[in-house]
């Protein structure tokens, strides 16, 4: 765990000024004013990540600009970690003011208890601030049957296919923007003895993301709702055609054989080191293929469609990463300066800082500038990810049951086990029926 208290130099300089010649109190500036001290909780542990560096700078920077606001920075890189410490937190009373999360079912409960602030209110008094979000980038924060939202995102991401270009040139092929093109070239793919599309399934996400994928390509995203609300049951006819696509190209051997035995680092090492054609991943995996050897070899593609169902072409499993959200009960001064805090750390150039530092990448905004210093993968990612329709997460990410999500992932490892389709989905149908 790392630690990152900000204003400690200038506790210190407080401190020394006590001892040598009684000085002013800790608890004002120079000037006599009230010093608000406020904590902020967050993943931002490292000094490497463009978020990371962009969101330590501007707390530093921000203290320097407002004297009458000390912030205690705790910055925590282990997630088991970083969820204890938070529920500690909410359990002893101290809730953090500004606090890093995904939003999402899981965060539902805290909003339900008031322990959260709802940013609609500081969306309402500054649009200028509010408005440059993408609106589906702030559904993590929003739940049904309460007012408002509860976070806004500092990051975002979308999964689509990457490919090796050296591969498909040396065997006549172009990378597919249809399912009927993207079979086409696995079976070519197969016929010389190449595994096409490795799927690292030993870590269940990598299924899941698979999943959301073709069901967001086959249907809208008021269908999957309805069946995560119940009112259509699991075994459906979309949702059980596209289960027994995945089942069908793992049989032909489209997906490896060892699905389940693979974890999503091995999957990444074969397709980064050449032995695979195509790899699902988000767009974090930019930073990798940037690092790679040759990193010009590689392309970006969306996802493939159906033809069939050409309308929802432009449906990508995309959202949030992380975001901040407000404590609600802390008194009025803390919050007033977590506002303040707030809209600083994601202003316009803020999302701007960061995309120069990682040379491009996906920002849940609509002010992004146009640079020039930007990867060649990032620049195929951006201009893939245009005309976006919808921008959803896994199914299960709006279960109200948490339990469903991971049901849904350990089924789909289950069926690549050997479980048939109308098990995997009668196993998910039990689960979703507890809600």
């Known amino acids: 765990m790392k630690k990152k208290i900000i204003g400690l130099v200038l506790a210190a300089m407080t401190m020394t000024s006590l001892i040598g010649c009684g000085g002013n109190s800790s608890n004002t500036t120079s000037k006599g004013e009230n010093v608000v001290t406020i904590k902020v909780l967050s993943r931002y542990s490292s000094d490497q990540g463009a978020d990371d560096r962009v969101v330590n700078g501007r707390i530093e920077k921000f203290m320097e600009e407002n004297p009458n606001i000390k912030i205690e920075h705790e910055a925590i890189g282990d997630e088991a970690t970083y969820n204890n410490m938070f529920k500690t937190s909410v359990a002893t009373g101290d809730v953090p003011d500004v606090l890093v999360n995904y939003g999402g079912t899981q965060f539902k409960d805290y ?121 259509t049951k699991w075994n459906d006819t979309a949702m059980k055609e596209v289960f027994e696509l995945m089942s069908d190209w793992q049989k032909k051997g489209y997906l490896g054989e060892n699905i389940t035995t693979l974890d999503s680092v091995g999957e990444q090492s074969l397709f980064l080191n050449g032995d695979t054609p195509m790899h699902l991943n988000g767009s974090w995996f930019m930073n990798q293929i940037n690092d790679s050897e040759n990193p010009e070899r590689f392309g970006f593609v969306p996802f493939p469609y159906f033809e069939k169902y050409a309308e929802n072409k432009n449906n990508w499993h995309s959202g949030t990463s992380e975001g901040f959200s407000l404590a609600a009960n802390n008194g009025e001064e803390r919050l007033e300066a977590s506002i303040k805090l707030l809209k600083y750390l994601t202003d316009a150039e803020a999302y701007n800082e960061s995309q120069k530092i990682s040379k491009g990448g996906i920002f849940p905004v609509t002010t992004m500038e146009q640079i020039d210093d930007i990867t060649p993968i990032a620049k195929e990612f951006k201009e893939a990810f245009v005309d976006v329709k919808e921008t959803k997460l896994e199914p299960g990410d709006y279960a109200k049951n948490p339990q469903l999500r991971e049901e849904i992932r350990d089924a789909i490892q289950g069926m690549f086990a050997g479980t048939s389709v109308d098990d995997t989905l009668t196993r998910i149908q039990k689960v979703a029926d507890m809600e």
Not at 141 to 160: C, L
Not at 175 to 202: Q, R, W
């Open 111 to 231: 909003v339900e208890s008031g322990l959260f602030y709802d940013l609609s209110k500081v969306a309402a008094e500054d649009s200028a601030w509010s408005d440059k979000y993408i609106p589906s980038m702030l559904d993590s924060w929003k739940f049904d049957g309460i007012e408002g939202f509860y976070g806004v995102p500092m990051s975002s991401f979308a999964t689509g296919l990457y490919y090796n270009k050296d591969l498909f040139k040396e065997n006549g092929l172009n990378p597919p923007t249809t399912i009927e093109e993207f079979e086409k070239v696995c079976d070519a793919f197969m016929a010389k003895g190449i595994t096409p599309f490795t799927l690292g399934d030993k870590d269940n996400f990598r299924g899941a993301h698979l999943l959301a994928n073709l069901i967001l390509k086959r249907e809208d995203f008021d269908y999957t709702k309805s069946i995560i609300d119940g009112k």
